[in-house]
């Protein structure tokens, strides 16, 4: 069980959110699931071959998930009048690829993101 406790935030300023982010104001004891696999290719010319836009071309995809390593022990001090967490302002340009924004106290967390960039550019001095 999580112990939580309120959160004030006074503004929030989200510009974007996308592919498998959230933003979520409040409490929840359920967990998040986001996945996102996503190839990204960029050409100067558009020249299109056999199955490079395939997830199953590429190893990446198919690697076992990292595990996170021991959790570090750490002393954390707080004081707080009546307990809540209170923060001022929170501006945030992004949220995206299975990432979350959470004001409040919530359950556990999973998410997994892989992401593949090809980019294929022309000389920078053109003939």
Not at 72 to 82: F, G, K, N, P, Q
Not at 109 to 121: K, N, S, T
């Amino acid at each position: 069980m999580i112990a939580c406790r309120t959160s004030v935030v006074k503004r929030v300023f989200v510009n974007t959110v996308s592919q498998a982010g959230i933003v979520q104001f409040g409490d929840t004891k359920r967990q998040s699931d986001q996945r996102n696999r996503v190839i990204a290719v960029q050409r100067a010319v558009p020249n299109f071959e056999g199955d490079e836009v395939k997830f199953a071309s590429y190893p990446l995809f198919f690697l076992p998930r990292p595990k996170p390593g021991e959790p570090l022990d750490v002393a954390v001090t707080t004081a707080s009048d009546d307990g809540a967490i209170r923060v001022g302002r929170v501006s945030v340009l992004g949220v995206s690829t299975s990432s979350i924004f959470r004001v409040g106290c919530g359950g556990p967390h999973d998410a997994l993101a892989r992401v593949l960039h090809i980019r294929h550019f022309n000389d920078r001095v053109i003939r």
